[in-house]
Nanobody
Framework: QVQLVESGGGLVQPGGSLTLSCTASGFTFGNKAVTWFHQPPGNRREGVVI???????IWAEAVKARFTVSRDSDKNTLTLHMNSVKPEDTGVYYC??????????????WGQGTQVTVSA
């Protein structure tokens, strides 16, 4: 079965850190872009970071100074390291694999999402 599985979500205090993982099952990352999306409560899903197969990344301005990402093409895992988290980072985080870009329709494989809550 082709799927992405996210893990690592939870409750974290403002200013803390959290690590999210996205692992492919039934396929390999290969030439696909793998992207983290964030859906705040009551809002639309928005892009966080695009990891391209050539090793390049494209970041959303709101997080680029606080988050880092690592892609392991042998393990087909994309890891998002969230540092100095803020309450506005709260929401469901999804990873998706596809041709790339910020447009959700360009991604054909999605994970089920993992909840991140930033609160004191």
């Amino acid at each position: 079965q082709v799927q992405l599985v996210e893990s690592g979500g939870g409750l974290v205090q403002p200013g803390g850190s959290l690590t999210l993982s996205c692992t492919a099952s039934g396929f390999t990352f290969g030439n696909k872009a793998v992207t983290w999306f964030h859906q705040p409560p009551g809002n639309r899903r928005e892009g966080v970071v695009i990891s391209n197969s050539d090793g390049s990344t494209i970041w959303a301005e709101a997080v680029k100074a606080r988050f880092t990402v690592s892609r392991d093409s042998d393990k087909n895992t994309l890891t998002l390291h969230m540092n100095s988290v803020k309450p506005e980072d709260t929401g469901v985080y999804y990873c998706a694999a596809g041709i790339g870009g910020w447009v959700e329709a360009w991604y054909d494989i999605w994970g089920q999402g993992t909840q991140v809550t930033v609160s004191a």
